[in-house]
């Protein structure tokens, strides 16, 4: 529309210059104005068409050299034609006889008003044209850059496994084996099978809840093992909720922080519990321990900060995690739904 816009108001300007020069010089008749400035806007809407639909004109060749050539022929016939649209009108304004081509050097002077004005907006048109294919182009290659850094740091999240829980594992299957074999062959069991968990390439990034309560299902199994007595938990989660689809292993490192701080540095009997319901646009997921309250400004844990990381490149902003000390101490997390 713009462009629209700007020609129609340089062939009024390019129509009424001429006519008020004719007017003045030649012709003293008011019919000469409206004549030009007919001309004009009939020449400068046939040159528009002309420049709005190059693409479906020129669409005959690939060559840029060709495509400027048909542009000047058609532009050339634009002039031709509304030169002869205006000494119809004129003639029937005037109840004059109408005969065709005989505007003589009125056609050269209109095919000449043409190009000088037509071919610098061809030109500007084709310009923009190239450079927002251009920033296009560079913002899908941006994005597809994006999309795979976005890959690679979830497959990074993913593999990080915490030496320390590996280590205090090790030692309890050491201590294990000649107290009681059975229960270390048991937690070795687990292990592989947490470490399958971890370690499948093959995993999706998302996957369901009942999978990932397996994953903290099987890590919690493992620590009731090591703690034994020290350590109970509970796992609740809405029938709707289990075929609902979350990030895959985001629970467990939150899981291992409640176990870390809240059970491991503590003589005495401790919890961990896991919570999660959904409503029509969210899944509310809470895990809670036994252990002491958070501090009013809680460090940036290697288990917090991966599961931040995580759902900040998964979510953006559209995601909640909270740290909370009444009425007992928990995490409490706010994923959108997604079936």
Excluded: C
């Amino acid at each position: 529309m713009h462009t629209a816009i700007k020609t129609v108001l340089i062939s009024l300007l390019i129509g009424l210059s001429f006519g008020l020069y004719l007017f003045f010089t030649y012709d003293h008749t008011p019919l000469r104005i409206f004549s030009s400035v007919l001309s004009a806007v009939s020449i400068g809407s046939l040159m528009l068409l002309v420049i709005s639909f190059r693409h479906y004109l020129t669409i005959v060749t690939a060559h840029q050299t060709l495509k400027v050539i048909i542009i000047i022929a058609l532009l050339t016939g634009a002039a031709l034609l509304g030169t002869e649209v205006t000494l119809l009108l004129r003639s029937l304004l005037s109840h004059e006889q109408y005969q065709a081509f005989t505007g003589g050097s009125v056609y050269i002077l209109n095919i000449l008003i043409v190009m000088v004005t037509g071919i610098p907006i061809y030109i500007s048109e084709e310009w923009k044209t190239m450079l927002n294919t251009r920033l296009l182009n560079q913002q899908y290659r941006v994005l597809q850059l994006q999309q795979q850094q976005t890959v690679i740091e979830l497959e990074l999240l993913r593999a990080k496994i915490n030496p320390h829980f590996l280590y205090n594992v090790h030692n309890t299957v050491a201590g294990l084996i000649s107290k009681d074999p059975s229960k270390a062959e048991e937690l070795i069991l687990l292990l592989s099978k947490f470490f399958r968990f971890s370690l499948n390439k093959n995993s999706a990034t998302f996957h369901s809840v009942t999978d990932e309560l397996d994953i903290i299902k099987t890590y919690l199994h493992m620590q009731q093992i090591r703690f034994e007595d020290r350590m109970s938990y509970t796992i609740e989660a809405e029938q709707a909720v289990l075929g609902l689809q979350i990030p895959s292993f985001i629970l467990q490192p939150i899981v291992e922080n409640a176990v870390k701080h809240g059970i491991e540095p503590s003589t005495e009997n401790g919890s961990v519990s896991v919570a999660l319901t959904a409503d029509e646009r969210y899944i509310s997921i809470t895990i809670a321990d036994s252990g002491p309250a958070f501090p009013d400004e809680p460090g940036t844990g290697h288990g917090l900060q991966m599961v931040m990381s995580k759902l900040k490149l998964l979510y953006s902003d559209d995601f909640k995690m909270e740290l909370n000390n009444h009425p007992q101490k928990y995490v409490h997390l706010i994923l959108p739904r997604r079936n």
